[in-house]
């Protein structure tokens, strides 16, 4: 299986590869809300809610087995650094929502993580290939200090988009807020536009 190279994401928001107010790092820097939870394959569920044709719940080993894509990815994180070419490998957001069957009347998505952690993103935004539940880092099983067993990524957006420990996704029919989104943090986390922090 070959590997997808979306580094070139940022042509799409008329920006350079290192967005302004970034610097790039070969370090993979650790930033967690909390500790790292405790994971056991025996007990773990990922569910999919809300306005959907289908709820869904999975155990890790039915998670595995959904079609996976590997991509090349860049990586930025609100605080000011990027990491480039790390490489993914996950189960597209597309590819869930299609499983369930999206209402027509969903508009907003809250992912939820084992360590109680919360973000959302307009349903358009995670309709991307590029927005992967990702499993493996760079050929290895995701270690559990980067958000292992599963975590998002989102390289349109700052890191703060991809729950670390993802275990359940929600269609909603109105926006709501995550954690940080209710903590001052952008709702839009556009890096190229310096979508930080909210100025209302």
Same mark, same amino acid.
């Given at each position: ?11 799409? /928001? ?5 967005? &302004? ?31 959907? !044709? ?6 890790? =080993?039915?998670?595995? =087995?959904? &079609? ?17 070419? +790390? ?16 209402? =027509? ?5 809250? /992912? ?9 993103? &307009?349903? !358009? ?23 292992? &067993? ?16 993802? =275990? ?18 952008? +709702? ?13």
């Amino acid at each position: 299986m070959g590997v997808r190279d979306v580094t070139d994401i940022h042509e799409e /928001f008329d920006g350079e590869r290192l967005p &302004p107010g970034q610097r790039e790092t070969e370090r993979f820097p650790v930033l967690s809300l909390k500790n790292t939870p405790s994971f056991d394959p025996d007990e773990w569920e990922f569910t999919v809610r809300g306005a959907v !044709e289908e709820e869904l719940t999975y155990s890790w =080993d039915e998670f595995q =087995d959904l &079609p996976t894509d590997t991509q090349r990815q860049d990586f930025h994180c609100v605080t000011g650094w990027s990491r480039f070419d +790390n490489e993914f490998r996950g189960v597209t957001f597309p590819e869930l929502a299609e499983r369930a069957g999206v209402d =027509d009347d969903a508009v907003h998505v809250m /992912f939820g993580a084992m360590d109680g952690y919360t973000t959302n993103l &307009p349903l !358009e935004e995670c309709m991307r290939q590029e927005v992967l539940f990702v499993h493996e880092f760079d050929g290895d099983p995701l270690p559990s200090d980067h958000g292992g &067993p599963l975590r998002v990524v989102t390289p349109h957006k700052y890191a703060y988009k991809g729950a670390k420990w993802v =275990d359940g996704v929600t269609f909603l029919t109105e926006p709501e807020r995550g954690y940080w989104e209710k903590r001052g943090y952008s +709702n839009t986390a556009n890096p190229w536009a310096e979508d930080r922090y909210t100025t209302v």
